[in-house]
């Protein structure tokens, strides 16, 4: 481990409890050390530390995983496992670290089954995350009788989620086609090396809702948009919709919902507005082509919009709130009197604020509704209030929507 004494001039980086140190803070500290060393960083009075991974490249250059002296990363980790012990009763599958938000910068831990699957987001953390994949996978056989038969880490970059294939390494057993899942003695099968090792877990709280909430459902039309692997519309179709109608554009998210579902996609122009069929799987590009896929599409009693992120940089923001007002413009007008819209949202750069006031101001703008609801975040999707970049995901429901 390196240490680094600060002087004066830097106190301010310990005014905060923020998990990064930008590079442009740090440039003078860099010359002795490596990708991937450890370092120890103490204020000028002693009095604080932290402890950090330092990446050579990149806008971060340390990643705190330890901010006092009493601490430990080893006692934090046992903690956030701890802490998802309920959800194990629930299902098995979750999120075991949340980055940043649990204090493991860069590094998010998931568990399907038996399969644990390691994401890190810098080559500065392979380290790391060995050692966390052996403790944790210890630390679940004894407290938890969860006897591991895989382990694997992938270094998606942030962006290309559909490409981690390549990036992926198994450190122990093997992974061999697709996983099955649980929640609420609800199967499903996934692929651990898609998007999100497989499966979005932070919209569980719309699972949950839906499950829970089978009048709201029952008999009605639902429009489900950006479907990915079809789990949430599984779990509409058991609570008795009459109607189905998933949206999604990736291959390989359509093919595992394919194999789950025992149905084939279809595209656009083959889709027929008075079609008999019950549970529809439509392929398309919605953010390119949503004007022409409502175009397409009769009315619903609900309809569900979770798009992905869509501000991957500042300059995005403006578009992603055009993109969002567009959707649920859209949306309205395809939307039955009395109807749900459910919005969604993992735009990491639009506060849960700003996004309920678009969303509401949207729908105000010429409907009224009865009720409007905002689901709780998952135990296994924490915030850091540190961290404000991590209060990303988002879902709100407007119930009993009408023309005003
Ligand atoms: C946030 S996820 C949706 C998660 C989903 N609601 C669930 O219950 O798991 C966003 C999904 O949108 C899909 N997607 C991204 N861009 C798209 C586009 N232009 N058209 C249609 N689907 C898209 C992604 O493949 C991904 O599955």
């Given at each position: 481990m390196k240490t680094i004494e600060l002087d004066k001039?830097?106190?301010?980086?310990?005014?905060?409890?923020?998990p990064w140190i930008y590079r442009n803070k740090f440039n003078q500290f860099e010359k002795e050390l490596k990708n991937g060393d450890i370092v120890k960083i103490i204020s000028s009075d002693s009095k604080k530390s932290y402890t950090g991974i330092y990446a050579e490249k990149g806008l971060v250059a340390i990643r705190i995983f330890l901010f006092s002296k009493t601490d430990s990363i080893k006692s934090n980790l046992i903690d956030k496992v701890h802490l998802r012990r309920k959800l194990f009763s629930e299902t098995?599958?979750?999120?075991l670290i949340h980055g940043e938000n649990d204090l493991f910068p860069g590094i998010t831990v998931d568990i399907h089954d038996k399969h644990l699957v390691i994401m890190n987001?810098?080559?500065?953390?392979e380290k790391i995350s060995r050692w966390i994949s052996k403790f944790i996978y210890s630390f679940l056989k004894k407290n938890f009788q969860i006897n591991l038969e895989s382990i694997s880490i992938h270094s998606p970059n942030r962006i290309g989620f559909e490409s981690i294939k390549k990036n992926n390494r198994v450190l122990k057993g093997s992974i061999t086609g697709l996983i099955q899942i649980q929640f609420k003695k609800i199967k499903y099968q996934i692929d651990l090396e898609s998007q999100k090792s497989g499966i979005y877990n932070d919209i569980r709280n719309l699972r949950r809702y839906i499950f829970e909430n089978k009048k709201v459902f029952q008999n009605k039309k639902v429009l489900n948009l950006f479907s990915s692997n079809g789990f949430l519309s599984k779990i509409l179709r058991l609570q008795d919709v009459s109607k189905l109608v998933s949206v999604e554009d990736s291959n390989n998210m359509i093919f595992i919902h394919e194999k789950n579902e025992n149905i084939n996609h279809i595209l656009l122009y083959e889709?027929?507005?008075?079609?008999?069929?019950?549970n529809i799987l439509i392929k398309e590009d919605i953010l390119k082509n949503k004007e022409t896929l409502f175009s397409k599409l009769e009315n619903f009693d609900t309809i569900i919009i979770d798009p992905p992120?869509?501000?991957?940089?500042?300059?995005?923001i403006s578009k992603a709130k055009n993109i969002y007002k567009s959707l649920i413009i859209l949306s309205l007008q395809k939307l039955n009197k009395n109807g749900n819209l459910i919005l969604a949202s993992c735009s990491n750069r639009i506060h849960p604020n700003e996004f309920y006031r678009i969303c509401k101001e949207t729908v105000s703008e010429n409907f009224e509704f009865d009720t409007w609801k905002k689901l709780d975040l998952e135990p296994d999707h924490p915030i850091n209030p540190f961290f404000p970049e991590g209060n990303y995901f988002k879902v709100n429901l407007f119930l009993g929507v009408k023309k005003s």
């Open positions: 001039k830097f106190d301010f980086l310990f005014e905060k409890e923020h098995n599958s979750l999120r987001y810098h080559s500065s953390l889709h027929k507005l008075n079609s008999t069929d019950k992120n869509l501000t991957n940089n500042e300059k995005d």
